[in-house]
């Protein structure tokens, strides 16, 4: 079946992950990239084919509908907001619903259902292998390739990380934050402010610590909530 390819647009991190875990659960939308301002999202919307924008409208740099507007040929918009004076608004651009923080799982799946659904192609014959994702970092003043699947996770050093493998670490200029964007996104998840790590390589949670190749990383109280709710706990 063919899914509807999702980007959120929301500068804050816990209701981006609410929004990421509500697509996770419909079997027709698929989510493409998380971006925190517009800026990011019109690169990501020029980089790749989007069908659904959820798009939050108090934003910094470009507010949301300012943003909308910008758009020649928008994909289908629904808008997230907690304000509720924009709807009016919002519905003259044409946009498909407008969610009023905070919402639950039935509303949002009221707004998804107005959406067009995806149009079935034929099948390919015979597809493309996928190349497998990659980056190449600066180490030792080496371009270094690192595959994003053999991460375990990631351990910030203040102006530096430490990235993780099975079998190597590499220490490269960079902040968590800017990991977190680079990385796939939904493939890490936040549980530290000095880790990040890969949900798949998690072997056993708690309420207080991941297990991931049998090393023990603690969960910070200020991200136990999101860790919970994204793991199932």
């Known amino acids: 079946m063919h899914k509807l390819r999702c980007l959120i647009v929301e500068d804050e991190p816990i209701a981006a992950e609410v929004l990421q875990d509500y697509i996770a659960q419909v079997p027709h939308l698929e989510l493409a990239a998380i971006c925190p301002d517009a800026i990011y999202a019109l690169e990501e919307l020029q980089r790749q084919a989007i069908d659904v924008l959820f798009l939050d409208i108090h934003l910094p740099k470009l507010k949301g509908l300012d943003f909308l507007q910008t758009l020649k040929n928008p994909p289908q918009v629904i808008l997230t907001t907690a304000y509720h004076q924009y709807a009016l608004q919002g519905y003259e651009l044409d946009i498909v619903d407008y969610l009023l923080k905070p ?17 079935a192609t034929a099948p390919v014959a015979q597809a493309e292998p996928q190349a497998r994702p990659f980056h190449f970092f600066t180490v030792n003043k080496q ?9 375990l996770y990631v351990e910030s050093l203040k102006e530096y990380v430490r990235i ?18 680079l990385l796939p996104t939904g493939a890490f998840l936040r549980i530290h402010r000095s880790f990040l790590v890969a949900v798949e390589k998690i072997e056993a949670f708690s309420v207080t610590e991941v297990t991931i190749n049998g090393l023990v990383l603690p969960i910070g109280r200020s991200y136990k909530e999101l860790v919970m709710r994204r793991l199932g706990g």
């Open 164 to 181: 993780h493998t099975p079998d190597k670490q590499w220490v490269t200029q960079h902040q968590l934050g800017e990991m977190e964007q």
């Open 143 to 151: 371009k270094v390739k690192v595959f994003f699947d053999e991460i």
């Open 103 to 119: 919402f639950p799982f039935s509303r949002f799946l009221k707004a998804v259902n107005k959406l067009a659904k995806p149009v």
